[in-house]
């Protein structure tokens, strides 16, 4: 594959903080690039570097940014839209903020119009205006529009009439997806794509992804999307970036594989430590001349000790409590009915947590998950049913807005309200910089203003705030929104193995299935249940998406389909065989190439490795061009 940049002696600190020590990236066309590391290391900001809004520090050597002229354009899309400045621009025009020479045009367009009202005449204006639409179409305003509306019908948006401003977080979030999808750019970043999208959405995302040609860099605390979008991992830690080739899943075997070395050369480490640690407590009779070379060697070992401690993997200490209640029922539900303006929500309720129920509350955005949640928290009362609860139960929220934070107040501050030790609900107290450092705070960090924290950190100190309390019920709503991979795994594994009932809204599906016991799908205004995780209501949500294809074809009459079909399957049936062997032929191709694939090492044939990911991918999107043919035919 051809380069399509390459940067060199990337250098950036922000006071004592460094974000990037002499580090390096080359990117090649048709990456398919996922970008992880701990919230604050730096993945918005290679992004903000990639797209030249901030420029490394000078260093020597200085920074390089080598660009393929032939090839390189880039797009970012950001996690959330600027409204501010465009606040005039219609949903169907919104995606006009990302092309300032376009906006200005249209602009333009707008103020010739409005005078046209008034005269539409005047011939100087009515040239005006044909030589504004000309440019416009010369940079191909009208071609990106037309891409971009469909992509918003794809979302199924809606609402094209709305004020922009008072749309939901999903609602923003379907028309940023519908602006990146919709560039010519051949390099197009993405940070945090799949916030406050549903399961529906996501998927759909995930199959542009897929069957696109353009290069593109992905941070995403869905594991899911990465392990299946992905062809390479760049990973930022401790102010280098690293490059893995494949998937996350991949990667994260790699790690296993790094991590297993690491010990036993650790463990070779110490051995060697205890040998020269004995020959240092002889006697001076015993030992004879003290060896000064033996003596700086024995401290390089311990250095080279705690490096290798350092590159072990971090983790976060989160300590779930709860009051202890042994209830086996804390909350039951008997034919509930809710309405809201006389618009009915639910229907026909009958739900029951359980003491060990950890439940995963899913369905698609604007279906009730958190008027369900305001039930259960008595904020909303049911209109019909009834509801009971234990007495007394004490039920805590995490939810997506999060406890507000004062910029000016340190993290120190925030978290012990003036006293020394934070009081833990089992009982227990620990001093604030320890409690702090098990959630990656460390150091002199804790002494600095929340102002200077990621997006990602600021999460996480929420997170630290939030886990110093006890309750009966937890409810977790989004949790996973803008956590590290690295800290939304030890969240995950503390869920797992906490004894107290959870509920969780969330769209991470491996988060789901990794935590939860029960799920809970909401589906024309009622609750249907699965035992297990995310992964217990596949079969239920693929049947639900046949019932939707069906009901849309189901448009079209009969007969008319019944004689499509039939003048069709006359005029091509030889093109019909031949694309089904042709069909057949290729998936054999791609079922050899990746049994090949698996029975590679990596790490040992990289270069064989990419060009057999490179055979399947042409192989794959060839048999994309078939299967799109044959149903084309067929329709």
Partial sequence: MSILCNLQNINLAFGEKVIFKDAKLTISNGDKIGLIGLNGQGKSTLLNILSERLIPDKSVPPFIFDKNNDSFVLFYIPQELTIEGFEDLSISDFYLSFYPELLNFFRQLQTVEKKLIEDYTDEKLL???????????????????????????????????????NLSGGELKKIALSIGLSSTANLVLWDEPTNHLDIDTIEKLEDEFLTTNKTFILISHDRYLLNNVTTRIIQIDQGKINSFTGNYYQYLEFLEEK???????????????????????????AR????????????????????????????????????????????????????YKDKPIFENLNLNISFNDKIALIGPNGVGKSTLIKIFAKQLSLTEGRMNQVDGLKLVIFDQKRESLIDEMSI??????????????????????????????????????????????KNRLQLAKFMAQSAD????????????????????????????????????????DNTCNKTWLIHEKMIEEFIGGYSSALPYLDALNLEKEL??????????????????????????????????????????????????????????????????DQHKDQLNTYYKNWEDINS
């Fill in 127 to 165: 040239n005006k205006q044909q030589q504004l639409l000309d440019q416009f179409q010369e940079l191909g305003g009208w071609d990106i529009q037309n891409r971009y509306l469909n992509y918003l019908k794809t979302f199924e948006f809606h609402t094209l009439n709305a004020d922009i401003k």
């Fill in 288 to 339: 004879g001349t003290r060896s000064k070379k033996r003596v700086e060697g024995y401290h390089d070992l311990k250095s080279q000790i705690q490096g290798l401690k350092d590159l072990s993997k971090k983790s976060v200490d989160l300590s779930l409590a709860h009051s202890g209640r042994k209830s086996k029922l804390l909350i039951s539900i008997e034919d509930g009915f809710f309405s």
């Fill in 551 to 616: 009901k849309l074809k189901e448009k079209n009459t009969i007969v008319k389909a019944q004689e499509n079909t039939e003048s069709k399957a006359k005029g091509n049936k030889y093109t019909i065989e031949k694309l089904e062997a042709d069909i057949e032929s290729i998936e054999l191709k791609i079922s050899k190439l990746e049994k090949k694939l698996e029975s590679l090492d990596y790490n040992l044939n990289e270069k064989e490795f990419l060009d057999l990911t490179q055979q399947i």
């Fill in 473 to 512: 019920l937890w409810i977790f709503d989004e949790p996973t929104n803008d956590l590290d991979l690295e800290t939304l795994e030890i969240l995950e594994r503390e869920l797992k193995s906490y004894k107290a009932p959870l509920i969780i809204i969330g769209h991470d599906r491996a988060f789901l």
């Fill in 259 to 285: 991590q297993k070395e690491l010990e036993k050369n650790l463990d070779k480490l110490k051995n060697k430590e205890r040998r020269e640690l004995a020959w240092l407590r002889q006697g001076v009779k």
């Fill in 412 to 457: 120190l501050e925030f978290i012990g309200e003036g006293v020394d030790f934070v009081h833990l609900p089992d009982g227990t107290k620990k001093h604030i910089a320890s409690y702090l450092e098990s959630f990656l705070f460390k150091g002199q960090q804790i002494y600095s203003p929340i102002s200077t924290l990621s997006g990602g950190e």
